[in-house]
């Protein structure tokens, strides 16, 4: 653009310039006409000198213009250079540093270890309640709540300590040279302290805890990459109370770590493979001893040879959002042996708490049904009382599609300190299953006893069909009798068998109805 307005004075001055020599040229000839001809005609000394000045004025004008002009962009580009560097230091909501700085200071304060017993806190924090503000009243309330928060963390720190936001609710603070873990539990119990008293924002009072994970320099870590990943693993162990809490890192963490992180590579890998596999655990009528059913769980034998447990590798499904294809091929592999096996008898599956978020589950399970040939009727879906407890709305969406098409609900863990009553009430189901840690001790405590009866009692009073667990001894098969309860199974029967084994239960079309006893 300077180019273009330094071309364009030039062309005025030589045009200026070429006017005033025809003036001069005009006026000596008009002046002199019919005395001296046109060749004679000559630019005389005064006309010469009113040309160099005229021409020196021009050219001093272009230089001034040409010198501002030079400054004025000089201080555009030095003010546009000094917002650039802002923008990629600063945070632009709460005007704290941003995570590049954070990590710039992070790196000059490790390279000045702290004297000998002292110690660099590195501090990652995350906000408790922060989503329900954004998602209830807006991002531009959230924010509101962001520069609050971000203000009272300041006014914890000591003079010189840095509070960074890495962006959404995440924040971080660098205190260098403690005296020990007591002054970085100071630090963090003044952030928490401060975080206590409600924000008004947007007409409305909010509350947001804050979760902080702390790890120190040098004792946890030496680079910023380590010292970071650490005080994040201290955090997601803070995070885990659900409350306003601080953890330090310590080593067990990190194993714990490192050894979930290398299960979840492997169960991703199981799962792609088609290495987990269906087992059935058969539940018998207790009065006949008929196998009427099974209950499918998932069996995941690891490269070892070894039995990975289910309750562990489960979790870390739910956790990663691998259940849905687990759950998908266990109950696709059930279908397709069940379908062979005699119409009374049914399969059982688990349905997940984070299923329960699938809206597209009820087409899945059908899609499965219709494709295995397994009728409706001949599958039941057990959720537990605490997953239903936890989003009985999002229960109701997604089974009641199922329930409607044939498909069979189950209460499963009956009893264990839920609301059932209300559940029974208020949720369509069609069979409930009382919760091992009652049956197994029904022998040995009167209480268990009674409330096994009492729970066999109010099942069949919403006209339910009655399940036991853990039924393992004899003896308690006798006292489930007596209640009035209809179904057990546990390892008083047949134990897991896989879809072979549990297929040779009905050699003869299928019709064979005693199971084996261990």
């Known amino acids: 653009m300077r180019h273009k307005f330094a071309i364009r004075d030039l062309s005025l001055i030589f045009a200026g310039t070429l006017v005033a020599l025809y003036i001069a040229y005009a006026i000596d000839i008009f002046q002199g006409e019919g005395s001296v001809g046109p060749q004679e005609a000559k630019i005389e000394l005064d006309e010469a000198l009113l040309i160099g000045t ?71 924090m995350d906000l408790n309640g922060f989503k329900q503000v954004n998602d209830v009243h807006g991002h531009g309330v959230g924010d509101e709540v962001l520069a609050e928060v971000a203000q009272r963390m ?92 601080l953890r330090f890192f310590e080593p067990e963490m990190d194993a714990r770590v490192k050894s979930r992180s290398s299960m979840e590579a492997a169960l991703r890998e199981a799962i792609d493979a088609g290495n987990i596999e269906p087992v059935f655990q058969p539940t018998v009528n207790l009065k006949t001893h008929a196998v009427i059913g099974f ?18 590798f489960i979790a870390i499904a739910e956790e990663v959002g691998l259940i849905h294809a687990l759950a998908e091929k266990i109950l696709r592999q059930a279908c397709a042996s069940a379908v062979a096996w005699p119409s009374r008898v049914s399969i059982a599956v688990d349905i997940y708490p984070s299923q329960l978020k699938d809206a597209l589950l009820p087409a899945r399970v059908l899609r499965i049904l219709a494709e295995s040939g397994l009728p409706p009727s001949r599958l039941e879906l ?9 989003d009985i709305d999002g229960a109701q969406m997604v089974l009641a599609p199922l329930r409607a098409a044939g498909v069979r609900i189950a209460l499963d863990h009956f009893g264990t300190g839920y609301s059932s009553l209300f559940h029974l009430r208020n949720f369509r189901m069609d069979k409930v299953k009382i919760d091992r840690s009652f049956v197994e001790k029904m022998r040995s405590e009167p209480e268990s006893a009674g409330i096994v009866a009492a729970l066999v009692g109010l099942g069949q009073g919403f006209d339910l069909t009655i399940a036991a667990e853990g039924v393992d001894l004899p003896g308690i098969e006798s006292a489930l009798l007596s209640t009035g309860c209809e179904e057990g199974q546990g390892a008083l029967f047949n134990s897991m068998l896989s879809a072979t084994q549990a297929g040779g239960l009905f050699p003869c079309n299928g019709e064979p109805d005693r199971s084996k006893r261990r």
Do not use: C
């Not at 002009?69 to 230091?89: P, T, Y």
């Not at 914890?156 to 007591?182: K, N, Q, S």
């Not at 209950?295 to 562990?312: K, T």
């Not at 057990?382 to 936890?390: F, G, K, Q, R, Y």
């Open 382 to 390: 057990d959720i537990a009382e605490s997953a239903l407890v936890a």
């Open 54 to 124: 005229l021409l020196g004025i021009a050219l001093l004008v272009f230089g001034a213009r040409q010198y501002f002009g030079q400054r004025r962009e000089l201080a555009r580009r030095l003010a546009a250079e000094r917002r650039i560097r802002e923008l990629a230091f600063q945070d632009g909501l709460t005007g704290l540093p941003n995570r590049r700085r954070f990590d710039d200071a992070l790196r000059t304060a490790i390279a000045a270890l702290p004297r000998a017993g002292a110690a660099h806190g590195v501090f990652l």
């Open 295 to 312: 209950d499918v769980l998932p069996r995941w034998i690891g490269p070892d040879g070894r039995e990975v447990p289910l309750e562990q």
């Open 154 to 245: 300041l006014s914890a720190m000591r003079e010189g300590d840095m509070v960074a936001r890495f962006g959404g609710d995440e924040f971080a603070i660098l205190a260098t040279h403690l005296a020990g873990p007591e002054a970085a539990t100071n630090i963090a119990l003044r952030v928490i302290e401060g975080l206590n008293s409600p924000i008004l924002a947007g007409g409305a009072v909010h509350r947001v805890g804050v979760g902080i994970g702390i790890a120190l320099v040098p004792s946890d870590a030496t680079t910023v990459v380590e010292a970071l990943r650490k005080a994040d693993i201290a955090l997601y162990r803070a995070k885990a109370e659900r409350r306003s809490a």
